[in-house]
């Protein structure tokens, strides 16, 4: 019997292993999508545990596969199940390739790994080539410092090859002028040829939704975030001595420990905040863009979601990056300064409270990103829409049969 198709269909392969920022730009761009284009569906794979959590709109679906983490030192291991790390990586694999022969996708998105976590993708990649499905890798900004990006690369043989062989564009969510996540990379032109730099990916809040209940009161505040928070205790615990040092430092500070914070670390830093007056906390909100869109500052790490939600809401903001076990953010945070779009707040100054309280007292006087934009910095979705439009709405042109025959 010859399946219909009903409309386009995009399969998204959301990189989960630590923090929240790959599946929230997966959410963004699918939010994206389907409100420019009614008749496409989208269906995410994510091993995340809070995908639930996340509020989808019509036509955006998601997959959940066993959950896999990796450690501060970066290994990987079974985020639940008591499962060696590659039966669990077989598992995620299994279930990836199957959704896909029942999904049928137009396109194939890859968020960030070319081969997937730990490769788990790898011979997924090759049974598209017979099939009408294109692939299109998503990379950060920035990956890693090249030297390490390029050890990790090559002591995996795949995913050079895959770059070459089997995706059809690489879409680097970021400016050429910030960074070039390839820099180091021994790839053909070809590979270059790819990559397309489709600026940071704009967030936006509907006016209805402009304050948030944990503010309600309407006086400017202080965002403190260290993401997913799975790392985010320092972070956290610095400001927050600021604020137990110094009561006169400007704007209340609300801080949202991330979902991913250890709840018992959760726990002594809320009966800390409990202690500061005019200080509030939460754990977690799905409606974060909210927080930061209202906020009158921004403390931080400088993950590539934070840093694009710093831009897209023009916020003042002082960051402080990971180092371990990836660079990615330490230089996303330095190329940001050079530009003049944030303050940087050297990692090594933990836990040295006055360096901390000099830093809030000067963001208030600090110029907002809006100052020193590239052109185009902020036409991410808009390049992506245009990019996917083509391969998601090719099979349009076929006949069901012909549709059909090839996947």
């Not at 959301?14 to 008749?39: K, M, N, P, Y």
């Not at 596969?65 to 990796?70: C, D, E, L, T």
């Not at 006016?207 to 503010?215: A, M, S, W």
């Not at 977690?284 to 869109?293: H, N, Q, Y």
Request: with cysteine.
């Amino acid at each position: 019997m010859t399946e219909q198709f009903d409309g386009a269909r995009l399969l998204i392969y959301s990189h989960d292993a630590f923090g929240l920022g790959h599946l929230r730009r997966c959410q963004l761009i699918a939010q994206s999508l389907v409100s420019r284009f009614e008749d496409l569906s989208i269906l995410i794979v994510s091993g995340s545990p809070v995908i639930g959590s996340f509020n989808f709109p019509a036509r955006v679906d998601f997959v959940r596969i066993p959950g896999i983490v990796r450690r501060y030192e970066g290994e990987f291991v079974s985020r639940s199940l008591q499962l060696d790390i590659n039966q669990t990586l077989k598992i995620r694999s299994e279930i990836i390739w199957r959704t896909a022969e029942l999904f049928q996708p137009d396109l194939f998105l890859v968020d960030k790994e070319p081969t997937g976590i730990c490769d788990e993708i790898v011979d997924i990649l090759p049974r598209f080539q017979n099939t009408h499905t294109r692939l299109i890798v998503g990379l950060r900004d920035v990956m890693d410092a090249p030297d390490m990006l390029r050890q990790e690369w090559n002591a995996r043989k795949c995913v050079i090859p895959a770059l070459e062989d089997y995706y059809d564009e690489i879409w680097v969510y970021g400016m050429r002028e910030m960074w070039q996540p390839l820099t180091g990379i021994d790839v053909s032109e070809d590979v270059h040829r790819k990559m397309i730099y489709t600026g940071y990916l704009q967030r936006t809040v509907p006016d209805k939704l402009k304050r948030h209940p944990i503010v309600g009161s309407g006086e400017p505040y202080l965002l403190v975030t260290p993401g997913g928070g799975g790392d985010g205790f320092g972070l956290v615990d610095w400001v927050l001595r600021a604020y137990e040092t110094d009561q006169r430092l400007p704007w209340q500070p609300v801080f949202v420990f991330g979902p991913l914070m250890d709840f018992e670390k959760q726990k002594q830093l809320m009966a800390r905040v409990e202690q500061v007056p005019d200080a509030r906390a939460i754990a977690f909100d799905s409606k974060f863009e909210i927080l930061m869109a209202s906020a009158a500052g921004v403390v931080s790490m400088c993950g590539c979601n934070t840093f694009g939600e710093i831009l897209s809401f023009d916020k003042k903001a002082v960051v402080v990056p990971r180092c371990r076990p990836r660079q990615e953010q330490l230089l996303r945070a330095r190329e940001g300064e050079r530009l003049g779009l944030i303050k940087m707040l050297d990692p090594d100054l933990i836990p040295n409270t006055d360096a901390m309280i000099t830093a809030i007292q000067n963001l208030e006087y600090q110029s907002r990103p809006s100052t020193s934009l590239l052109p185009g910095m902020l036409n991410g979705l808009e390049t992506v829409a245009e990019r996917a439009e083509p391969y998601l709405f090719k099979r349009a042109k076929l006949s069901t049969a012909e549709a059909v025959a090839t996947f």
